[in-house]
């Protein structure tokens, strides 16, 4: 991340980032306050609100509601401080691995929000371990402190342990549950004071000089002073101190404590956000990086999300600008198919509402209406023919055969079940012989999700079944030889949507049998998708 030519201001000036917790954290509040201090909403309160008129919009599902988990992942900007901000939000239930792996591609950087009195959990671990694979700089933020949390030095060092990344206090609690009373910002000398009777007050910031300042006891209660004054010494001497480089190589992470519900910390979180970066990083393809800065306009598609409004069937494809300036109605080349796509109606998604995008610098999303043409691993450019490498399609860890209940309905079934699968959703199988489909996907609930959607969007009632296989794997290597094997296990042989070929098994045995017996043919579990 060094060395790199100074980039054009509007480029230089965007953060495209994600925000990753275990489910309760405050994932939602926090997003919330980003919007209410980028001017995007007026009042916190609204994205919830607003979320009942769109539910039947984009938040169609009934589950979303009822399980209290966000399924559809979605693109928001607005500005702060001068920069532009990309929030890109990850579904946060475990079952949806895939796509939050998928929608950790288009970002560059992460936002890891812990609840101060749990630490880290489950999720959080698994996805700074995704964001570990891609060195993505990550920013903390301990939330809930106006509750019974835990010892600062202990949340510090279980991150440290946990997740072996330095843990850099940018900023310190005082006090703890009803007598937290703010922060110390250490990097800028500053008391952040809280106020409670205004949950949506910015904190008043108190400038002052060290820790010998005798402003300090006009604002922290006096049996509260010793105990600060101490810990700040000591994490002094036993803390790293920033350093932006590690940062921004996702080697030392900062942190900043606070509570998102009352608004406090966010602001300074957020201009953390902006100084210390990262702007849009350079991105990889199989023949080269692409920069940000080339002239050339670039994009690759990470989420197709379907029926986001009900009344015009659309996809949305989303794209993360890789490089240029893109205006509206360009006429850029879909690589996969070499043809021609006029972008004339992109959207930006301002807050909870759409709006046309005439602009799009690299770092940015858009979202581009379409009927199916545009797929998850599509390239956009002006003509060169990149592949964008990085994003995988995981072969499923459950399998189970579906059906109409209606057999008349078969065949629209099978239209549905091809759109999720292009969606990214799940994948679906077509046995060599026989009929019907079988459908994969990452997480159990997922065929909840499926059936439910299948029946809300296409009116199409529809029962999962347990299938006899339990394993997919595609299966590569030269045609001949790929005939061969096919031709022999028929039984076992299926089609992706892609009309790529799968083997299906319920024993790890038989894939042990096959890679020993067939030493040509690779079974792999997983596909980059194109
Ligand atoms: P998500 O599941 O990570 O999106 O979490 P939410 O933002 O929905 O928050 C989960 C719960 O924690 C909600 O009831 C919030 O009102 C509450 N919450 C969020 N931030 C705070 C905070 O700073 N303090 C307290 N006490 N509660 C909070």
């Known amino acids: 991340m060094s060395n790199r030519p100074e980039l054009p201001p509007e480029i230089a000036r965007r953060r495209t980032f994600a925000i990753i917790s275990h489910p309760d954290a405050g994932k939602t509040t926090l997003t919330e306050k980003f919007l209410l ?15 009942e008129a769109r539910r039947t919009r984009s938040d169609f599902m ?12 979605s693109a928001m900007s607005f500005d702060f401080d001068g920069h532009r901000f990309n929030l ?22 992460a936002i890891m929000v812990i609840d101060g009195a749990k630490g880290v959990e489950s999720q959080t671990r698994k996805l700074f371990e995704v964001c570990r694979l891609r060195d993505l700089p990550i920013l903390t933020f301990c939330n809930k402190m106006d509750r019974e949390s835990r010892d600062t030095f202990e949340i510090i060092d279980e991150i440290q342990e946990n997740l072996a990344i330095d843990v850099v206090p940018a900023s310190w609690p005082i006090g703890v549950g009803r007598e937290f009373v703010g922060c110390y910002d250490m990097l800028n000398d500053r008391l952040e004071l809280m106020d409670r009777a205004d949950r949506n007050r910015v904190a008043e910031s108190v400038k002052i000089d060290g820790l010998d300042d005798p402003k300090l006891a006009d604002h922290v209660p006096e049996h509260l002073l010793g105990k600060f004054r101490e810990e700040i010494e000591m994490a002094r001497e036993l803390l790293p101190e920033f350093d932006r480089q590690s940062f921004l190589e996702g080697h030392l992470t900062p942190i900043w404590f606070g509570s998102a519900i009352n608004s406090f910390g966010v602001r300074e979180l957020m201009t953390g956000i902006s100084e210390y970066g990262p702007a849009p990083q350079p991105q990889n393809s199989a023949s080269r990086e692409i920069a940000p800065e080339e002239k050339s306009v670039s994009g690759f598609v990470f989420k197709v999300q379907a029926n986001m409004d009900p009344k015009h069937r659309d996809r949305v494809a989303f794209l993360r600008m ?11 080349t879909h690589v996969r198919t070499k043809k021609p796509m006029a972008v004339s109606n992109p959207v930006l998604f301002l807050a909870a509402d759409r709006e046309l995008a005439e602009e799009a610098w690299a770092g940015d999303i858009i979202g581009i209406p379409n009927h199916g043409q545009l797929r998850i691993g599509d390239a956009l450019t002006e003509g060169e023919p990149l592949r964008f490498t990085g994003i995988p399609s995981f072969a499923p860890e459950l399998l189970q055969s579906v059906r109409a209940t209606d057999p008349m309905k078969a065949k629209h079934l099978e239209k549905a079940l091809m759109q999720f699968a292009e969606e990214g959703a799940a994948k679906v199988f077509k046995p060599a012989i026989g009929s019907g489909f079988i459908v994969g996907v990452v997480g159990a609930l997922q065929f909840e999700v499926l059936a439910s959607r299948i029946e809300l969007e296409y009116g199409i009632p529809v029962r999962f079944e347990g299938s006899q296989f339990t394993s997919a794997r595609w299966v590569q290597g030269a045609k001949d030889k790929v005939d061969i094997f096919a031709n022999a296990n028929k039984g076992h042989m299926a089609y992706d ?21 067939h030493p040509d043919l690779k079974l792999t579990a997983t596909k980059e998708m194109m």
């Open 322 to 332: 890789a490089s240029g300036h893109f205006q509206r109605g360009m006429k850029l």
């Open 37 to 51: 201090y980028g001017g995007a909403i007026q009042m916190a309160g609204q994205v919830r609100a607003k979320g």
């Open 62 to 73: 009934k589950m979303e509601q009822d399980r209290g988990i966000s399924v559809s992942a």
């Open 88 to 109: 890109v939000d990850t579904p946060g239930h475990s079952d949806f691995s895939e796509d939050t792996y998928r929608t950790l591609t288009a970002v560059d950087a």
């Open 497 to 517: 949507h892609d009309g790529d070929l799968v083997y299906l098994t319920r024993l790890q045995w038989d894939i042990d049998r096959i890679e020993r017996d």
